[in-house]
Every structure is written in C-alpha cells, then in structure tokens.
C-alpha cells in the first residue's frame, strides 16, 4: 500500500530553515507528482497545498505565502521527495503532510514550529 512518511520537523527561530523529508513506498515514485501540504493546528481550515513537483522534478509549483522561501525537490533513486524551507516566519507553524496527488494520499505530518 501506498506509504508516506515524513521527517524534519522541528522548531526553528524565525529567520530560519528547515529541511524535510519524505520518503515514498508502495508504488512506482517516478511516476507521479508528488507535494507538500500544511495545516495549521488548532484551526478549522483545511490542509492546504503548498508546493508541488512534477514526476521528472522539472516543474514546480508554490503557494503565494511560501514562493521564494521555501524549494521543493526529489530524488527518484531514492523515493524521497524534500522541502527546503528558508527565512521562516511564525505563520508558517504548522503541521506538514507529503501528498502524492494522484489519489489524494497524505503523510502523518510532521510539525514545525517557528518561534523565538
């Protein structure tokens, strides 16, 4: 089955970076677009998408709050697929979920928090 697992959380002051990662089983990885979502806690929103990567890496996609901050990539020998996340600010504490977005599956998250 299809697995999601994220890693890199932490807390961060602001002004600062993050880097997390995702590592993919249970399906071909290279043959999907793959993303980076969040959600604040405490807050009825849903998730919202924030980043994504074609299946080749060769084209991505930000969210307003987070373009020229925060960089998604992958690695297709590895299965993993990352997101740098540089001059952080408070409102990016969240918790953040991997999505492949073909069928709409999600990581358990992993929180961040930006603080001083």
């Known amino acids: 089955q299809v697995q999601l697992v994220e890693s890199g959380g932490g807390l961060a002051q602001p002004g600062g970076s993050l880097r997390l990662s995702c590592a993919a089983s249970?399906?071909?990885?290279?043959?999907?677009?793959m993303g980076w979502g969040r959600q604040v806690s405490g807050k009825t929103r849903e998730r919202e998408l924030i980043?994504?990567?074609?299946?080749?890496?060769?084209?991505?996609g930000y969210e307003d709050s987070v373009k020229g901050r925060f960089t998604i990539s992958r690695d297709n020998a590895k299965n993993t697929v990352y997101l740098q996340m540089n001059n952080l600010k408070p409102e990016d504490t969240a918790v953040y979920y991997c999505?492949?977005?073909?069928?709409?599956?999600w990581g358990q998250g992993t929180q961040v928090t930006v603080s001083s």
């Open positions: 999505t492949r977005l073909l069928g709409d599956y």
């Open positions: 249970g399906f071909t990885f290279s043959d999907y677009d």
């Open positions: 980043a994504t990567i074609s299946l080749s890496g060769q084209s991505t």
